[in-house]
Nanobody, 123 residues
């Protein structure tokens, strides 16, 4: 499956962005999806994940209550709605797919990755 993330940009603290991850090449509904982010000089870290049917969303503590992961299997797209953004949310955001019902919270649990989209939050 090929993944293409989009929707990043520059936003002020407190603002919102919605990231999209468009999938092609295989049956999207066969894959659990995850979002990760990587700031300069830092390791890639887990943000959010969702099962292949859209249940059991799971979030990193740092984004819980502010970010929402969702998916539309009819549109072969996963989303990450990001509200109340903070400067520490600044990073390149990546979507990832895993050929499984359930999601995972670690980088190695995903087989397919999209190119990242830059999110910059100014203070």
């Amino acid at each position: 499956v090929q993944l293409q993330a989009s929707g990043g940009g520059l936003v002020q603290a407190g603002g919102s962005l919605r990231l999209s991850c468009a999938a092609s090449g295989r049956t999207f509904s066969s894959y659990a999806m995850g979002w990760f982010r990587q700031a300069p000089g830092m390791e890639r870290q887990f943000v959010a994940a969702i099962s292949r049917v859209g249940d059991s969303p799971f979030y990193a503590d740092s984004v819980k209550g502010r970010f929402t992961i969702s998916r539309d299997n009819a549109k072969n797209t996963a989303y990450l709605q990001m509200n109340s953004l903070k400067p520490e949310d600044t990073a390149v955001y990546y979507c990832a797919a895993r050929p499984s019902y359930s999601s995972a919270i670690y980088v190695g649990g995903y087989d397919y990755w999209g190119h990242g989209t830059q999110v910059t939050v100014s203070s």
